[in-house]
């Protein structure tokens, strides 16, 4: 799986983005370890709260197949669809990658087509508290 391969996955996930309040579209793509692909979109609601992001969609499928060793993840998002590269995870879906992956697990930033950012989860989210810390 191509990292250019992982964004076009990204960009089709937003297709089912469910976005009626914000109108920003989000996908996102998860590669497995062992090289499978689960995509995700954000599901908005009229409560806000319940709004779930693309990358926790997809973070959420994949572990509750049983996937538990993760690559990387593409997103993509704008508004009304527009990819812009301004969909860079936010401070929640950090936590949960930080749950899930190690410190220099890969997240792709799509900017447009053939364009995106490559930053390591160490970089989204340093100082991080984890799972050692509750023991
Ligand atoms: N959103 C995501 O799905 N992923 C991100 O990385 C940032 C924000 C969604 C949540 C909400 O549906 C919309 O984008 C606007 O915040």
Redesign the pocket.
């Known amino acids: 799986m191509t990292d250019s391969k992982l964004c076009a996955l990204a960009i089709k996930a937003m297709e089912n983005s469910y976005?009626p309040y914000?109108s920003?579209k989000?996908g996102a793509a998860l590669l497995t370890k062992s090289g499978k692909v689960y995509t995700g979109c954000?599901i908005?609601n009229a409560s806000f709260t319940p709004?779930v992001?693309?990358?926790r969609t997809a973070f959420f499928k994949a572990i509750s197949e049983g996937e538990k060793e993760f690559e990387k993840i593409a997103?993509a998002?704008g508004k009304d669809g527009v990819v812009t590269g301004a969909?860079?995870?936010?401070g929640v879906?950090r936590q949960v990658m930080s749950e899930f992956c190690s410190p220099d697990f890969e997240i792709l930033i799509v900017k447009g087509e053939e364009s995106f950012d490559k930053v390591k989860l160490s970089d989204l989210l340093p100082y991080s508290f984890k799972k050692e810390n509750v023991k």
């Open positions: 976005s914000s920003c989000v954000n908005e709004t992001c693309a990358e997103v998002g969909f860079s995870p936010c879906c």
